[in-house]
Each structure stands twice: as structure tokens, then as C-alpha cells.
């Protein structure tokens, strides 16, 4: 009996050793002055790489135990390269102005997902394209890859894989434009033939699983159909509104612990994380991967600082003409700050909303502060004086360190302060949001 049990074990071992696929070493060079850190993105999750200088490059190489062939993404900084890993088809690439070159095995897939096409997008057409002119792009920029991806008679498995890849690619386009349709100043109207695609492609498919856009396709059709609500009058309750799609319409975990995660991140980035109860059990509730949870608390200890009552972050900037300002100077006055730059649309958009507000309160206890992230003071004051801006105005430049204390991560973005130096809101709503003059009328001692 003993004896059995010995050779049952063996083989269980030797079974277990059989299904353990080796690892597949890839290798990746970027220039020796080109600091940019470098994470490899998988469907399993996303490592930093450590680099080792050479005379002329910084080399890393990363080890995946691969059942078959997958995509991955390579980012270089805020930079995402598309790349193809395959069990026993190692690759190196070298980067050259921000292109990646491969050599070995998988050099002719790699080389093929980096391609510069003609045809591309960018986040602009998303919100000024009509309909019919923006499927007529699609169709450019789909057609393209589909063509090259013909005449490259690359392996079989691939293809079949890349074909369903570039459906999605398709599909997170439109599902961008959907989102861009509703979000412009004067929203357009999407035709039958975009809101059926659409609707096809919000159905869950696990077997896509593994492809970047699959995940990202349904996120953004969320988004889109959360926006089109107009009951749903604020960020937060169009977040609820995609939270509840997500955990009630789709049954695959993987995809679902995606979609909250994403959306919530994406979320606190932009809005903080006050008032985020609801949104806090959602995500406990089904997200459970270790470098999303950490992430997550991460980020809830960085709000924390800024929540209502909180003591606000302090600063002296220069105007204008040189002269030095602190926020202590307005002790005693609400304060309504504008982070915005000149290069930005939404800034600028936001602008003329500003001023009625300034005039509507003009007399009462509050000061609005605008304060530019411009990289350089000469457009600043030059914008400043060319249009005649009202209010106090301040020049932050590029200061990293102050934007991360404010958890900035995009402009234009509204801060709100009490008399006493504190938060009253450090996410505040927009000049534009018919709220805000509510909310600003209703402060005690205005």
C-alpha cells in the first residue's frame, strides 16, 4: 500500500512538472539617455522592469511562463507598445526614437504590431467628427491594419487571433466616439448602423479575454450609456450607474473586477474620493487582485489630506507683474480656485462661465484664483493680457510635486477653500455646472 502511494506521488509530481511551462526570456534596449521607466502589461498583471547600464543602452529582460501566444503591452513611460510573447519564441527589441525594432523568433509578429499605419485617430476626432465622416475613418483605419495583416503571411493561430483584435480596436473606437458625441458642447447624434455595432459589442465574450480592447471597449460603452442618462446629472452617479452595469450584466469575474477597477481609478483621479461610500463597497466587494487593492489605498491615503475640513495645501506663486502671492493672503475670503493652462480647450471653454461667476459675486467674501500650468510664463502673460482676465492670476509652471499633493491629474481643475484656509471642496464643480453658483451662494458668511 505504501509503495503505491510513493508511485501515485511520483507521478503527480511528474504531471505537475509536465503541465509547468518554461520561461520565455524577451529582452528590451532603450537609449542610455532615455530614463523612462518601463512596466510589461499582461492579462495577469504589470511589473516594472530594472535596467542594467551598458556603454551605449539600458537593457532589462523579463521571464513569462506562457502556455501559448498572448498580447502584452509595453509601457515606456506613459508610451504603450502592443507586443506579442510566445512560449519559445523569444524576441529582443531596441528602441529608436520611440520605435521599437525586433530581432529573433517572434521578430516578424512584433515587428507587424508596431507598424507606423497612415491611418490612425486621435483623441480630437472623437469630439468633433460627425457620424458618417467618423465611420468613414474607421473604415480607413481598420482596412489598413486588416490589408497589412494579409500580406504578411504571418502564423495562422496569430491571424485568427489578430482578426478578432482588430474587431475590438474597431469596437473601442466607436465606443470612444459615443462618448465624445455625448460630452461636446453641442452633442451629436450617432446613426443605426454605430448604436447597433454598439450594442453587439457591449455582450460578454470570455473567450476575447486577453485582448487589451476588449475589456477597455465595454468600459467606455458604459460610460457612454451612463452619460446618455439625464437623470444622471453629476460624475458620481454616472459611476454608480456603470458600477451597477458592470456587476449585474456580466458574469465573468475577470471582466467585471476590470471594469470596477478601471472606473474607480479612473474616477478618483479626476474627482478625489469624499463622499465615495457607495463606490467604496462596490469595489472591495469584487475587486480582489493584490496590485489593484494596494493601489486603491494607496490612493484613498493620498485623498485623505484633501477632504473637506481638511488644511489646504499652501502656496505663493507670482502674478503678473512679478509680485509674490500666498494663499494665507486671502485668509478671511472663500477661495475658488482654477487650475487650467492655455493650451487646454476645456480650460479655455471653461473661461467665460468663470467671469459671469466673478460678476455675479462680485462684492460678496470669496476671491477667484486662476492658476496656470503653463510651461512657460511668456504665453501665459501674453494670453492673460490678450483676452483681459479678470480675477487674481498666478503662474505655477510645471510643479510636480505641488500637483501630486492636490492629487491633480488633469485640468481644468476646481478647488474650493474656507475663510479659515480649509477644503471645502478640493474637486469642485465647474464654472459651467449650473451647481456651483448654488453651492457658492448657499456658503455661510458670503
Known sequence: MMKNSMIIGCLMLLLTACCKHAETTFELALPIDDNRSVDVETANG???LTFQLSDSSRKASFGLSLAGGEYARLWVGDLPFLVWVENEKPWSAEL?????????PGEEINSYLNTRFVHQFYFNDYYRMEDAEFRGQLQKVIGEREKVLQERELDMKFVEREKK???????????SFAVGAISRAEPTTLSGESEAELQLAALEDSGCW???????????????????????????????????????????QRLVEFLVNKSVMEYIRLNGMENTTEMDCVFRKNVHRPEYVAAYNEMYEANRSLFKGQPAIAFTLPDTTGKMVSLSDFRGKYVYIDMWATWCGPCRAQIPHLEALEKRLEGKNICFVSISCDNGQKEWKRYVKDHQLKGVQLYLGYDKEFM?????????????????????????????DAETLKILESLPGL
Open 96 to 104: 529608436k526614437w520611440n520605435e521599437l525594432h525586433f530581432k529573433g
Open 165 to 175: 483584435r482588430l474587431q475590438w480596436l474597431r469596437n473601442y473606437h466607436l465606443a
Open 210 to 252: 486577453g485582448i487589451p480592447e476588449y475589456p477597455e471597449t465595454i468600459k467606455r460603452i458604459l460610460q457612454a450609456i451612463a452619460q446618455r442618462e439625464t437623470s444622471l446629472t453629476d460624475a458620481y452617479s454616472r459611476l454608480l450607474s456603470v458600477l451597477k452595469m458592470a456587476t449585474e450584466n456580466y458574469k465573468d
Open 46 to 48: 504589470r511589473e516594472s
Open 404 to 432: 501630486k499633493s492636490i492629487q491633480c491629474n488633469g485640468i481644468p481643475r476646481f478647488i474650493l477653500i474656507d475663510p479659515e484656509g480649509n477644503y471645502v471642496n478640493a474637486n469642485m464643480s465647474r464654472p459651467s
